[in-house]
């Protein structure tokens, strides 16, 4: 089963920043927070990634809370094109013998309005 | 940068009959894997491979056999197609932490 738990859907505005939420209460101290998304019939893109600190690439903005039981996604200024739906996902990075897949739950289906 | 290709785009196959997916990157990535997607279900993970040379069972590999002769290429076949096999496929590598996905294969068994 997946560790987070996020909300089935959200709109947004065109142009307005998209708040994406992730809860991921059982969380453990080597664990990141990883975010793809899904466009319509495309395969799954990575977003963004951390482990505690925020972080922020050309995509997106990743907010981490303190306790690291919750994380939020930031779109800062949404566009049609970022419709998809956005999956949260928490993942060691020490693989040793295991699969190294990704775990993915149902996620978050954004929908960007004009 | 082509990154992952997968072919077909599509197929349409009658039970029974053998299927194989093609699978190629070109990142020279070690760590391979082969997902299915269905509605309702999410992805779950086939097979895996770490290496060249090596692979390993996933969450759903009834039915399915994958081989790894070389780092770029890992293809997924389906001895026997069955229709509980119409899915979409997705092919990925992983790059450290980070996974890349193919387009996908639309595989519809009759």
């Known amino acids: 089963d997946a560790k987070t738990t996020q909300p089935p859907s959200m709109d947004c505005a065109e142009g307005r920043a998209a708040n994406l939420p992730c809860n991921h209460s059982?969380?453990?101290?080597?664990?990141?927070v990883y975010w793809y998304r899904q466009i319509h019939s495309q395969g799954p893109q990575y977003i963004i990634h951390g482990l505690k600190n925020n972080e922020t690439n050309e995509m997106a903005s990743l907010i981490i809370t303190e306790d690291r039981k919750s994380s939020t996604l930031i779109l800062p200024h949404a566009t049609l094109r970022d419709t998809a739906v956005y999956y949260c996902i928490v993942r060691a990075t020490n693989y040793g013998g295991s699969q190294g897949n990704l775990i993915f739950g149902k996620g978050t289906k954004l929908s960007v309005k004009p | 940068i082509a990154g992952i290709t997968q072919a077909p785009t599509s197929q349409i196959l009658a039970a029974g009959r053998r299927m194989t997916l093609r699978c190629t990157q070109d990142m020279r990535h070690n760590a391979m894997y082969w997902y299915r997607q269905d509605l309702g279900l999410g992805l779950r993970l086939i097979h895996y491979?770490?290496?060249?040379?090596?692979?390993g069972k996933g969450e759903v590999p009834d039915g399915y056999s994958v081989s790894r002769a070389n780092t770029d290429d890992f293809p997924l076949t389906l001895a026997s197609a069955v229709p509980s096999q119409t899915s979409v496929y997705f092919c990925?590598?992983?790059?450290?932490?980070?996974?890349?996905f193919g387009p996908g294969t639309r595989l519809t068994v009759l």
């Open positions: 990925a590598s992983r790059s450290g932490s980070t996974q890349y």
């Open positions: 059982t969380i453990s101290g080597n664990e990141y």
């Open positions: 491979s770490n290496t060249a040379g090596t692979t």
